[in-house]
């Protein structure tokens, strides 16, 4: 095999998938990390929410919604969910000086209770709804797709949109304010509480359109959200906790990692590489990348 062999048909192709790897990975870790940024909160059912929003978009699909209706649709039904979830069983032990600890296992019971949940109601085997957009597009001799180029897009136009609500308005301000110092930003008028409860509900919801996105590439089953879950919080903590530029840097940069070591060393150790870059992240520089929202 030649040099130009081996970029088009071996390096390239990896690449590719690296990154559409890299954008669901994102998608995922977003909520995760503006949670984290906002409320302090290890959102540990974060996951099961993602796989709510699968399941949610596999029944209605069912039903006969369309795709384009759901990714609309979907994370619209997350949302009170999510404002529940923040009221119900955040809120109680939020001021409680064991905080940290106390709402990492609520949510990890909330996150052991759906999966439960969705075993009983949908079943333990894997579903795949039908891909939105079948086909594939030739682009420089490399074949991709067509669904996973679209996902790539729309991941980049849903990272921007997000990062434009959070960083250049009035509502992305009182967040900011509110997750640097909310005594402060309390005492200037932000209604800290109900702040706190939509972006909690806003995290939800992204995780939800993550699930209704992601389905058709990685099918549907009770525990799908173990899976993006590890990397997702490995991303956030390489990214720094709470930022949505770190998340999309480290997402992309570590995707890329364990796309590109797999042609080179046996992919039973990508893993271990990516999580050890975590490892080295919290003892060496704990604050990650970029920092945290409202810090940075």
């Known amino acids: 095999m030649t040099a130009i062999d081996y970029l088009q048909f071996v390096l390239a192709p990896q690449v590719v998938n690296g990154l559409a790897l890299g954008v669901a990975v994102v998608l995922v870790a977003l909520g995760l990390t503006i949670i984290f940024g906002m409320l302090d909160v290890i959102n540990m059912s974060h996951g099961e929410f993602y796989a709510i929003g699968a399941y949610?978009?596999?029944?209605?699909?069912a039903?006969?919604?369309?795709?384009?209706?759901?990714?609309?649709?979907?994370?619209?039904?997350?949302?009170?969910?999510?404002?529940a979830a923040e009221r119900l069983l955040?809120?109680?032990?939020?001021?409680?000086?064991?905080?940290?600890?106390?709402?990492?296992?609520?949510?990890?019971?909330?996150?052991?209770?759906?999966?439960?949940?969705?075993?009983?109601?949908?079943?333990?085997?894997?579903?795949r709804p039908p891909t939105p957009i079948p086909g594939a597009t030739e682009i420089?001799?490399?074949?991709?797709?067509?669904?996973?180029?679209?996902?790539?897009?729309?991941?980049?136009?849903?990272?921007?949109?997000?990062?434009?609500?959070?960083?250049?308005?009035?509502?992305?301000?009182?967040?900011?304010a509110a997750a640097f110092d909310r005594n402060m930003a309390a005492s200037l008028?932000?209604?800290?509480?109900?702040?706190?409860?939509?972006?909690?509900?806003?995290?939800?919801?992204?995780?939800?359109?993550?699930?209704?996105?992601l389905a058709p590439i990685y099918s549907v089953f009770p525990t799908m959200g173990r899976d993006f879950i590890l990397l997702a919080f490995?991303?956030?903590?390489?990214?720094?906790?709470?930022?949505?530029w770190g998340a999309v840097v480290a997402g992309l940069l570590l995707t890329q990692v364990q796309?590109?070591?797999?042609?080179?060393?046996?992919?039973?150790?990508?893993?271990?590489i990516v999580f050890g870059t975590m490892v080295a992240f919290l003892v060496f520089r704990p604050q990650g990348l970029f920092g945290r929202l409202g810090h940075a």
């Open 56 to 61: 949610a978009a596999l029944a209605l699909g």
């Open 63 to 83: 039903a006969g919604i369309g795709f384009w209706f759901l990714l609309v649709l979907v994370p619209v039904l997350m949302v009170p969910l999510g404002m």
């Open 90 to 127: 955040i809120r109680p032990v939020f001021d409680t000086k064991d905080r940290h600890v106390t709402t990492l296992l609520v949510t990890f019971g909330l996150g052991l209770i759906v999966e439960d949940v969705l075993k009983i109601i949908f079943g333990a085997n894997t579903q």
């Open 140 to 176: 420089l001799g490399i074949i991709l797709p067509n669904y996973r180029l679209f996902l790539i897009l729309v991941g980049a136009a849903i990272v921007l949109a997000v990062a434009y609500v959070v960083y250049k308005t009035r509502l992305g301000a009182m967040v900011r």
């Open 189 to 213: 008028g932000v209604p800290v509480s109900l702040v706190y409860a939509g972006t909690f509900a806003f995290g939800v919801g992204l995780a939800g359109l993550a699930g209704v996105l």
């Open 234 to 244: 490995t991303v956030v903590i390489v990214g720094g906790m709470g930022s949505i």
């Open 259 to 272: 796309a590109l070591a797999s042609l080179v060393i046996s992919p039973v150790w990508t893993d271990p």
